[in-house]
């Protein structure tokens, strides 16, 4: 009788890297259906509070885009445990801006929700008041997603990718894109909310196109590869993390 073999346990850092991947697609997974399909009724109808209203569709959109929020500041958290062997300051800085982008994303959800309870809740109230307010709130959610997804994503590239690249964790083609894609986010949201760009621009399309795949790639690599052999996963520490030893008086 044929014994079969024994799979091999998997080792607790590929069992980070694999969390971290599929949180990683989560947030894709999430977001854009959320912002191309389910939110669109509330974001393209200014008249949407007045009308009879996709509310199913938007809630779902809600929900999935607090999925996002949720997947996001997990991505940070899950692998900080590897992260801060690299460096503490970097992983910790990276679970921060994180834990901002999914409360901005949460702003934005509260607003559209919102904008569905006016809707239910204040029928016959005065049109123009009604429009004014609804539109006030999508303007909100608006600038959160310039800000959130946007600004923060970019801050996020510009942390992760440092210890991404550093540390030698995944192939540094990939942090490299989002260190060479974070700046160029960042400029382009910042004109955005001051009115100088707008997210259909050829401007914001080129500056989106690296962040979009360094994580989704980051996300890909993690799931399917895991951590590439580095100083990091061997225990190693590396020499601008130590803390330097006091020669004897």
Same mark, same amino acid.
């Given at each position: 009788?044929?014994?079969?073999?024994?799979?091999?346990?998997?080792?607790?850092?590929?069992?980070?890297?694999?969390?971290?991947?599929?949180?990683?697609?989560?947030?894709?997974?999430?977001?854009?259906?959320?912002? %191309?399909?389910?939110?669109?009724?509330?974001?393209?109808?200014?008249?949407?509070?007045?009308?009879?209203?996709?509310?199913?569709?938007?809630?779902?959109?809600?929900?999935?885009?607090?999925?996002?929020?949720?997947?996001?500041?997990?991505?940070?958290?899950?692998?900080?445990?590897?992260?801060?062997?690299?460096?503490?300051?970097?992983?910790?800085?990276?679970?921060?801006?994180?834990?901002?982008?999914?409360?901005?994303?949460?702003?934005?959800?509260?607003?559209?929700?919102?904008?569905?309870?006016?809707?239910?809740?204040?029928?016959?109230?005065?049109?123009?008041?009604?429009?004014?307010?609804?539109?006030?709130?999508?303007?909100?959610?608006?600038?959160?997603?310039?800000?959130?997804?946007?600004?923060?994503?970019?801050?996020?590239?510009?942390?992760?990718?440092?210890?991404?690249?550093?540390?030698?964790?995944?192939?540094?083609?990939?942090?490299?894109?989002?260190?060479?894609?974070?700046?160029?986010?960042?400029?382009?949201?910042?004109?955005?909310?001051?009115?100088?760009?707008?997210?259909?621009?050829?401007?914001?399309?080129?500056?989106?196109?690296?962040?979009?795949?360094?994580?989704?790639?980051?996300?890909?690599?993690?799931?399917?590869?895991? %951590?590439?052999?580095?100083?990091?996963?061997?225990?190693?520490?590396?020499?601008?993390?130590?803390?330097?030893?006091?020669?004897?008086?």
């Amino acid at each position: 009788m044929t014994v079969p073999a024994r799979t091999a346990p998997m080792s607790r850092d590929r069992r980070t890297a694999l969390l971290g991947g599929v949180l990683y697609l989560v947030t894709f997974a999430a977001s854009i259906p959320a912002a %191309f399909y389910f939110l669109d009724p509330v974001l393209s109808d200014p008249g949407y509070v007045l009308g009879p209203g996709a509310d199913a569709r938007v809630l779902v959109g809600g929900l999935l885009d607090m999925v996002n929020a949720f997947a996001c500041i997990g991505t940070a958290v899950v692998l900080f445990r590897v992260l801060k062997r690299q460096s503490e300051t970097l992983a910790i800085g990276f679970i921060t801006s994180r834990v901002l982008e999914a409360a901005i994303i949460s702003v934005g959800v509260v607003s559209l929700l919102a904008v569905v309870s006016l809707r239910q809740d204040m029928a016959g109230a005065d049109d123009a008041s009604l429009t004014a307010v609804g539109a006030a709130l999508v303007a909100v959610r608006d600038l959160t997603f310039d800000i959130g997804p946007g600004v923060m994503a970019g801050v996020n590239a510009l942390l992760l990718g440092t210890l991404m690249y550093r540390s030698g964790l995944v192939p540094r083609t990939i942090p490299l894109m989002g260190l060479v894609g974070a700046p160029l986010l960042i400029a382009a949201k910042v004109a955005t909310i001051f009115g100088v760009n707008d997210d259909t621009t050829v401007w914001s399309l080129v500056a989106l196109a690296p962040i979009f795949l360094w994580e989704l790639s980051l996300g890909l690599w993690l799931t399917f590869k895991g %951590f590439r052999a580095s100083p990091v996963t061997s225990g190693a520490v590396p020499s601008s993390d130590r803390t330097p030893e006091l020669s004897p008086a």
